[in-house]
């Protein structure tokens, strides 16, 4: 079935350090979902980006459809980014409509 | 502009007690919606998905279903609690292929 696969597991900053995210998934993405999960466990959208590339703040994301990657670009860190950042693609089968979500990259950015 | 409310925040059962947890949609008129859950430390999974009031699929068998009894709301629930059942329950909805946006989250314990 469809994976993804997030790299690395996780990743120590200083602030102001940029960082690079990358995801891997096993075939063609309708949808690709960039999130950020708070150290309490809640879920915000960050990018949608199925193709192509898309700036939103400190965040750029470039998603390579036929090469089935996308990275996640943060620039000048700082100590609120410490989370997790989770890639998500959507994948219609048996069962419907779904998200399939990576396990993640964990990034600490230390002051 | 929509909100996602979930409850409660957090619960302690006990395993072979009853469970049910809520969602409630506000702002938008017949979005899908999904019920996902997180084991610590482990890969977020969709459970259920529903695109319309008394219709739910079941994509991840875990001993819980979903009812949807209004075209807002979205219910999670269990007779017997698992000690499996442990870990992180989101609620989200999509319009469409559009993103998919997460509720806060109920963070439950079974002991």
């Known amino acids: 079935g469809q994976q993804v696969q997030q790299s690395p597991a996780s990743l120590v900053l200083q602030e102001g350090e940029n960082a690079e995210l990358q995801c891997n998934f096993s075939s063609t993405a309708t949808q690709l979902q960039w999130f950020y999960q708070s150290p309490g466990g809640s879920l915000v959208s960050l990018l949608s980006n199925p193709s192509g590339t898309k700036h939103t703040g400190r965040l750029t994301s470039t998603t390579v459809t036929k090469e089935r990657r996308s990275s996640l670009h943060i620039s000048s860190s700082q100590t609120t980014d410490s989370g997790t950042y989770l890639c998500?693609?959507?994948?219609?089968?048996?069962?419907?409509?779904?998200?399939?979500f990576g396990i993640g990259t964990l990034l600490s950015v230390k002051p | 502009a929509q909100t996602i409310h979930q409850w409660p925040v957090a619960e302690i059962k006990a395993v072979g007690s009853p469970l049910s947890l809520g969602c409630t949609i506000k702002g938008k008129s017949s979005p899908n919606l999904y019920w996902y859950w997180q084991a610590t430390g482990g890969t977020l999974q969709q459970l259920f998905y529903s695109i319309t009031v008394g219709q739910v699929e079941s994509v991840v068998q875990l001993n819980l279903s979903a009812s949807r009894p209004k075209d807002d709301q979205f219910i999670l629930s269990t007779e017997k609690l698992l000690l499996s059942h442990s870990g992180f329950y989101l609620c989200?909805?999509?319009?469409?292929?559009?993103?998919?946006?997460f509720g806060p989250g109920t963070r439950l314990t079974v002991l």
């Open positions: 998500a693609i959507d994948h219609y089968g048996s069962s419907g409509n779904k998200l399939i």
């Open positions: 989200a909805w999509r319009q469409s292929s559009y993103e998919q946006y």
